[in-house]
Structure formats: structure tokens, C-alpha cells
């Protein structure tokens, strides 16, 4: 299943953050594309301290964009954002244990075009695009197995204002 959406600013991108962070778990990994400045950081950040706040452990969520990748204990939830920009080659991937985060954590991957074969085809994945407004921006998300076709259906019966 596939949903366009706009999100007229940023706040409404962090509000999208913020309605799936308690609707997604472990083994669950979101694949966030696009272009540099389309939003996806600011949606990985949001969405990741939302689940810090709701399990008492706030704290600040810094791109990982020089570290590759940062983890997060939000209770019993592990949480792994990525970002793959510098990687070069697949076999650099295999070094930083996405792999085996795939399928115990709640992984946020920016860049993903960077895991050739390694993606799960069982992400979910949000392309991030510019709108000829500097705040706006589209967004793609597209779930191919059929567990998140609830939650898109779900989301389609929203707004991005009202998310």
C-alpha cells in the first residue's frame, strides 16, 4: 500500500513522528529517503524522542550523520537511527550490526539506498521530497507486507495538520 501526503511545515512532520512513535515496536525499521534538508532527520528525531519521553528517559537526539549510527533505550525498546550518507559499500554496513538490529530493535534508516540487498523487505519506507514552498514537503510511504496496512489505512484517514 502506498500514501502521498504533504506536510505543510515542519511542525507537521513532527506531529507525524509523534503518531507513529507509539504504533511501531521492535523489528519494526523505517526506511527514510530523500534528498539532504527534505525532513528526514527532523522526523527520525521526533519520532524518537517521543518514545524516549514516553518511557521517562528524555534526552537530547543528535544526527548520527558523523557517528553512522546512535542507539537508545526507551524502556524495554531498543531504538537504532542510522545514517547511511557516507557509506560507500554495502560491506560497510554489514560492520555497524544493522543487520541484527533489523530484527530486535526499532531501526530509523536514512540514506537506505546505502543496504543494496540488506534492506528488509518488510520496512516501511518514507521518501521525503521538497515542495516549491521551502516548508512544505511531500511524503511518500509505502509498506508493501501487509502488516502495515493497517497503519497506513489508519493514517490515510487523517491529515498531516491533524496528525
Known sequence: MTLDLTLPSPAATERLAQWFAPRLGAGDV????GPIGAGK????R????????AAGAPEDVPSPT???????????LEIWHADLYRLSHPDEIAEL???EAFATALCLVEWPDRLADL??????????????D????????????????GLLKALACRTADHV
Not at 523505517?30 to 529517503?33: E, I, T
Not at 532527520?41 to 527520525?44: E, S, W
Not at 521526533?46 to 519521553?53: H, K, M
Open 134 to 149: 521551502a516548508d512544505r514537503r511531500r511524503l511518500t510511504i509505502r509498506g508493501d507486507d501487509p502488516r502495515w496496512a
Open 66 to 76: 558523523f557517528t553512522l549510527v546512535q542507539s537508545y533505550a526507551a524502556g524495554d
Open 46 to 53: 521526533a519520532l524518537i524522542q517521543t518514545r524516549l519521553e
Open 30 to 33: 523505517l526506511l527514510l529517503s
Open 119 to 132: 534492506a528488509p523487505e518488510d520496512a516501511l519506507w518514507l521518501d521525503f521530497g521538497p515542495c516549491r
Open 41 to 44: 532527520t527532523h522526523f527520525a
Open 97 to 99: 550490526g544493522l543487520e
